[in-house]
């Protein structure tokens, strides 16, 4: 019994850790999935993505990496923001989504990077590998949100992809699809599935666990799910899975939130505007 509440809690430590996965989430993350959202320390999504952002280049660990003032802001948000770019965002419940940004902050620094840092002495290209093999698995979302985007050479692709790598490529371990075929990956959710057919982002919201998203995109995870292989491991095995895949994704990152909250004058807001734009751009494509 008490092994077993050990391991509930470290992979709950991982998870909630990982919300920073989530939180810089669509903007960096090198996979598309249910719980991308769609999720800091990649800002939410795939390799191929080249967003104007501040990464740091350093494994140091900042203390805090800057003052807890800097993550709640100086001053109470509107019903609609507008950012650099002109572009509005709908954040009606700023107050209460920067606390939880905070409260995800915490768990970044104080748990997940000191996880990070005792993973990463396993050798990168075994870490990149266990990365392929998690993001085989979110294909099967792919291959049906391109269908229904009635993207189907995109579908093609990822169908593609999928048997590729998960025959000749041992369970997604590795790419042959794109070294030897050339085919990139496509990522594709049911959010960008509802945006692409017009329905808008709604208010903007950071989940506790899974950071950064809005209200089409929490309602997009629903169908996802069950196209997500892990939700169909029972509970303890599914949410080690995802703790894992977390835990390495963040190890294959080179600490790009951490530059975030270190040069940018509002994290919050920086953070808020990437996943906004990376998800238009997302949709768009």
């Given amino acids: 019994m008490m092994q077993r509440s050990l391991l509930w809690a470290t992979a709950l430590v991982c998870l909630l850790g990982s919300a920073i996965g989530p939180q810089t989430a669509h903007a960096f993350r090198p996979h598309s999935t249910p719980w991308h959202v769609p999720s800091a320390t990649a800002l939410a999504v795939d390799p191929h993505f080249n967003a104007p952002l501040l990464v740091a280049q350093s494994d140091d660990l900042y203390d805090d990496a800057s003052d807890d003032s800097d993550l709640w802001g100086d001053e109470e948000g ?7 770019s002109g572009l509005r965002i709908l954040d009606p419940i700023q107050p209460v989504n920067r ?6 902050n915490k768990f970044y620094f ?15 290209p075994v870490r990149m590998s266990v990365g392929r093999f998690f993001y085989n698995l979110y294909s099967p979302t792919h291959v049906v949100n391109s ?3 009635l993207k ?32 990139s990956p496509k990522p594709e959710d049911f959010g960008q599935t ?12 950071v989940l506790p666990v899974l950071g950064a998203t809005n209200l089409r995109d929490m309602i997009g ?27 390495n994704w ?9 530059g975030i909250v270190r040069d940018a004058i509002d994290p919050y807001l920086f953070i808020r505007d990437a996943y906004t734009q990376r998800r238009i751009g997302k949709i768009a494509e």
Avoid: C, M
């Fill in 78 to 84: 509107d019903l609609w923001d507008e950012d650099d």
């Fill in 99 to 104: 606390v939880i940004f905070w409260f995800n």
């Fill in 110 to 124: 104080w748990l997940l990077k000191p996880t990070v840092r005792v993973y990463r002495v396993i050798p990168e």
């Fill in 147 to 149: 269908v229904l985007q």
């Fill in 152 to 183: 189907f050479k995109d579908a093609g692709s990822s169908l593609t992809r999928l048997v590729v790598n998960s025959t000749i490529g041992i369970g997604g371990l590795f790419d042959p699809a794109e070294a030897w075929l050339h085919l």
């Fill in 194 to 205: 509802l945006g692409h057919y017009g329905v808008g982002a709604g208010p903007y919201v």
């Fill in 221 to 247: 995870r629903v169908p996802d799910i069950f196209l997500d292989p892990l939700s169909y491991l029972p509970t303890l095995e599914g949410l080690g899975a995802r703790s894992a895949s977390e835990v």
């Fill in 250 to 258: 963040t190890s294959l990152d080179r600490d790009t939130y951490d």
